[in-house]
């Protein structure tokens, strides 16, 4: 079972900032967290993945609480093209793992002109 | 970026008859892949898991003798539906873990149409 709790659907106007949360309150010590998206009839794109501090890359920004049990993707000048569901992944990282990605029903996202 | 070529992208079949789907990932050596497949408006469920040279493993409830996976080398790995059926239909993802970084890349999905 997917260990992270999303709302189903958001919606954002054009150019402003889209902010999806995400709980993982049974998060481990070794556990980061991923965002990934799935545009309409396509494969998931890595967006971010953090495990404690904030993270920010060319497409987002990642939040995560203090206690690690949640977190914010932040798309900060969401387009058309950002309509997607978005999943948020919690999983171990290390040099042996070869730990699988389990996918929960993730947030729509619509981004509306 | 990585990349992870995956054909075909679409592909129809009569019933009865198999299917194989290719996951190549073309600039790094996937230590292990993983299939996914999924139904319309709903997540992606985990299929399987392969590692380069040995047998997969199936996550439960998928049956390995109709979803026969075949992982030959660092860079390809093949998902073959046998004696397909109309209830096969659906959108089959395959991912890639990079063997040096451990990222996950994932290839553009099959969507096979059973009839």
């Known amino acids: 079972d997917a260990k992270t709790t999303q709302p189903p659907s958001m919606d954002c106007a054009e150019g402003r900032a889209a902010n999806l949360p995400c709980n993982h309150s049974?998060?481990?010590?070794?556990?980061?967290v991923y965002w990934y998206r799935q545009i309409h009839s396509q494969g998931p794109q890595y967006i971010i993945h953090?495990?404690?501090n904030n993270e920010t890359n060319e497409m987002a920004s990642l939040i995560i609480t203090e206690d690690r049990k949640s977190s914010t993707l932040i798309l900060p000048h969401a387009t058309l093209r950002d309509t997607a569901v978005y999943y948020c992944?919690?999983?171990?990282?290390?040099?042996?793992?070869?730990?699988?990605?389990?996918f929960g029903q993730g947030t729509t996202l619509q981004v509306k002109p | 970026g990585a990349v992870v070529s995956q054909h075909p992208s679409r592909v129809i079949c009569k019933s009865g008859t198999s299917v194989k789907i290719e996951c190549r990932s073309l600039?790094?050596?996937?230590?292990?892949m993983f299939w996914y497949r999924q139904f319309p408006k709903q997540s992606l469920m985990l299929m399987a898991t392969?590692?380069?040279?040995?047998?997969?493993?199936?996550e439960q409830g998928v049956e390995k003798d109709k979803f026969l996976i075949n992982h030959a080398s660092l860079t390809l790995s093949t998902l073959t539906v046998t004696s397909a059926h109309p209830e096969d239909s659906s959108f089959y993802i395959c991912?890639?873990?990079?063997?040096?970084?451990?990222?996950?890349?994932f290839g553009s999905g099959t969507r096979l149409t059973v009839v």
């Open positions: 600039d790094f050596q996937a230590t292990t």
């Open positions: 049974t998060i481990s010590g070794n556990e980061y």
């Open positions: 992944i919690v999983r171990p990282y290390g040099s042996s793992n070869t730990g699988k990605l389990i």
């Open positions: 991912s890639a873990q990079d063997r040096v970084f451990y990222g996950y890349t």
């Open positions: 953090g495990l404690k």
């Open positions: 392969s590692n380069e040279g040995s047998k997969a493993t199936y």
